[in-house]
């Protein structure tokens, strides 16, 4: 009996993997490890290239979720054993009541804290110096960070460099940038309570900056620096300025897109001769694919709504919890083209800046500057996986009768195009300041980004990158 249900056990298997997608970038079996394939589904032993990965790995920090649950983080620390906290946010946080159950709670449990509320929205090298020098003045043994993307990938940063203070700053920034180093001592508790519905940091072990000598974004991305803890609360994400809902809405899109047609773990290449080396972006996965839908289906219902209505709880609840989603995803699987292209869109940044973010400083708004390119990115990675960019576009409301796989680009590229009309995104690169004549640099700053653009499906060149930035310079 036993050896008939084993026998029956992998049969199965074999079906599911006959039945898996076939175009290109998923032509091998997801989710049947390499132990269960035949000898001639198994990477071919002879082949001299690097092998490729074989395993993928899921990480992601505790969530609690509910109504009013940041008056717990007091007790939290308590429970950690806590004696000194560091608490980061940024000036506009700070003002808001946004930080009044925070600092409640911590006084009401006698928690001893700091506050650093210098955080730089879209972070810098620069900036994030400060907050480490901070962090490591302060000798803090646990950290909490209320805010965007922009404060949790600050905290996380410091609370990094400070638990290793003889460190170099590049020493763990991502490679070619940095040296791309493994985290192998052992950071502080980190709370995370996110105030945005966008990127989905209350999850991940990713920490994005911009590299002020190449004026591009980079990152550290390690699962050792992911939070502890994420306080997802949505009594904050109701004081989100429409802009702010705009662009963060559209970073939990992307997020979710590029997760879903990102190469195929197994199809990934070096495999790391160790564990500790696997990366926190491994390529698409079963289950970071399970994340990725599931945000892609609250988004078509929820995002208009929220962005429209900012007394949309139900709605402005559901893109928070969908930006928790798609960092599940893309926290594990990664992102490509559209966030290595976004990286020198942000930091070559001329005098451009959006309404509802008071800052002193020019910006481009991290989802915003992802979206610019999302047309044409996805008609650029459609002939590698037409199948799973025609069930996004159908996820997202368009009709798939009658789609042809060579349509599929086309399909998904106009479903974008019609959230960013009717959410009022700029058109394209222009209005942001950018002209033909950039996109020699745009690439240049993209061209370094191997941590998130190669796992786009479909390798590129200089000139598709150059034809991509061209094809964003006007949107609709």
């Known amino acids: 009996m036993a050896t008939y249900t084993a026998s029956r056990a992998f049969r199965l298997l074999q079906d599911i993997g006959n039945a898996a997608c076939r175009c290109p970038a998923h032509s091998q079996s997801f989710g049947i490890h390499p132990g269960l394939l035949s000898k001639a589904q198994l990477p071919c032993s002879t082949d001299a290239s690097p092998p490729p990965e074989y395993a993928f790995e899921m990480a992601c920090s505790n969530i609690r979720v509910g109504v009013g649950v940041t008056q717990e983080v007091g007790m ?44 730089r929205v879209e972070p810098n090298d620069i900036s994030f110096q400060a907050a480490i020098e901070f962090a490591k003045q302060g000798d803090f043994d646990a950290y909490l960070a209320v805010g965007g993307g922009s404060v949790m990938d600050t905290c996380k940063a410091a609370n990094l460099y400070a638990s290793h203070p003889d460190a170099e700053f590049l020493d763990f920034v991502n490679a070619p940038i940095g040296k791309g180093l493994p985290v192998r001592g052992a950071v502080k508790p980190l709370i995370a309570v996110p105030t945005t519905a966008g990127t989905g940091s209350e999850t991940t072990g990713v920490a994005i900056f911009d590299y002020t000598p190449l004026k591009a974004k980079t990152g550290i991305g390690n699962r050792a620096i992911r939070p502890t803890l994420g306080i997802v609360d949505p009594l904050h994400v109701k004081y989100m300025p429409n802009r702010v809902a705009t662009y963060s809405g559209f970073d939990v899109l992307c997020h979710a897109l590029e997760s879903y047609t990102a190469i195929p773990y197994n199809q990934r290449r070096p495999r790391p001769s160790n564990p500790i080396e696997r990366p926190a972006y491994q390529g698409s996965n079963p289950i970071s694919d399970i994340w990725s839908l599931h ?35 893309f926290g594990n699987a990664g992102v490509h083209l559209c966030h290595g292209m976004s ?61 042809r796989n060579e349509d599929a680009g086309a399909v998904l590229a106009d479903t974008l195009r019609t959230y960013m009309q009717d959410l009022q995104v700029d058109d394209g690169l222009n209005a942001l300041g950018y002209t033909k004549d950039d996109i020699p640099d745009l ?12 796992l786009a499906p479909r390798p590129q060149s200089e000139e598709d990158l150059a034809n991509m930035f061209e094809k964003s310079m006007k949107v609709y």
């Not at 078509?300 to 995803?329: C, Q, W």
């Not at 690439?443 to 190669?454: A, I, M, S």
């Open 443 to 454: 690439v240049k700053g993209t061209l370094p980004q191997h941590r998130v653009t190669k």
């Open 343 to 403: 990286y020198p869109i942000a930091g070559l940044v001329k005098s451009f800046k959006s309404k509802d973010y008071d800052d002193d400083h020019a910006i481009v708004p991290h989802g915003l500057s992802v979206v610019m390119t999302a047309p044409a990115v996805f008609q650029f990675t459609s002939p590698m996986c037409p199948e799973r960019h025609i069930e996004a576009a159908q996820i997202l409301g368009s009709d798939k009768t009658n789609v």
């Open 295 to 329: 945000a892609l289906r609250i988004i078509n219902k929820y995002f208009r709504r929220s962005v429209h209505d900012p007394d949309d709880t139900e709605a402005r609840t559901a893109m928070h919890l969908a930006s928790v989603f798609a960092g599940i995803g």
């Open 76 to 119: 939290d620390f308590n429970n950690m054993g806590a004696k000194k906290v560091c608490v980061m946010t940024d000036k506009k946080i700070a003002s808001l009541p946004i930080m009044t159950p925070v600092l409640e709670s911590l006084q009401k449990h006698k928690v001893n804290y700091q506050v650093f509320d210098n955080v």
